[in-house]
């Protein structure tokens, strides 16, 4: 399995808080079967500033990986916070090497997504929506209409078994009955309520919608980004 949406690059945002746990939190990775990690730090506009310390600390992290012969690669991204301010920095909202930008939107104030997926596919890249089921405001026909303007869905896996209510497990049920997603991540940030817990979500996808979605959403699409990394 690959994991696109992580928390794990140490000190920088409000997940993994030093090195000591991010390299656990990617041994619990290397445990349950995930053999390749999106670091996806929070981006707003106001912290661009803390780029070269990102990039410092991400090369830190892999040579720890290294040293400790943690059998996982590791791959710099990031979570961005979208305002409509943060298009005119279309070259610093992708992951390194790519045009796949991870967008994640606010959670209590209604943003149009739709318009916000067609402006960056205008510009050349390819948004993803960071845990869709997360936004309230959102209606069935819109997540439909996400895709045809040319987004990419992402969930949760806490949200597909639970852990984050009952109304996002539905949704997400939904979801993936519409095959409407394309990436569930893990979006971990720690590893007590908020771990390192694809192969759970993993072996229920299989059994509800079989081996070749599943394979999907856990790993083909995911391969996609990491090749085009690697190009």
Do not use: W
Not at 22 to 42: E, F, K, N, S
Not at 115 to 131: Q, R
């Amino acid at each position: 399995m690959i994991d696109i949406h992580t928390h794990i690059l140490p000190g920088v945002d409000d997940g993994a808080k030093d090195m000591d746990m991010a390299l656990l939190m990617l041994r619990q990775q290397v445990l349950i079967g995930v053999t390749d990690v999106i670091l996806t730090p929070h981006f707003k506009r106001h912290n661009i500033e803390k780029t070269n310390y990102i990039e410092e600390t991400f090369s830190r992290l892999k040579q720890a990986v290294t040293e400790e012969n943690l059998p996982i690669n590791l791959y710099l991204g990031k979570e961005v916070y979208f305002k409509d301010q943060l298009l005119d920095l279309k070259d610093t909202l992708a992951f390194d090497h790519t045009t796949y930008t991870l967008v994640e939107f606010s959670t209590t104030h209604e943003q149009s997504i739709e318009e916000t997926v067609f402006n960056l596919k205008v510009l050349k890249l390819k948004p993803i929506v960071a845990h869709i089921e997360r936004y309230p405001y959102l209606k069935k026909s819109d997540y439909h209409s996400i895709k045809r303007t040319g987004g990419q869905i992402q969930i949760n896996a806490a949200s597909l078994y639970g852990l984050e209510g009952f109304r996002r497990r539905k949704l997400i049920h939904y979801l993936l009955k519409e095959s409407l997603v394309d990436y569930v991540a893990s979006d971990c940030h720690n590893l007590t309520d908020r771990k390192p817990n694809l192969k759970k979500a993993y072996q229920k996808v299989l059994k509800k919608y079989g081996k070749v979605y599943a394979d999907q959403i856990f790993y083909e699409n995911q391969k996609k980004i990491l090749d085009s990394i690697k190009a």
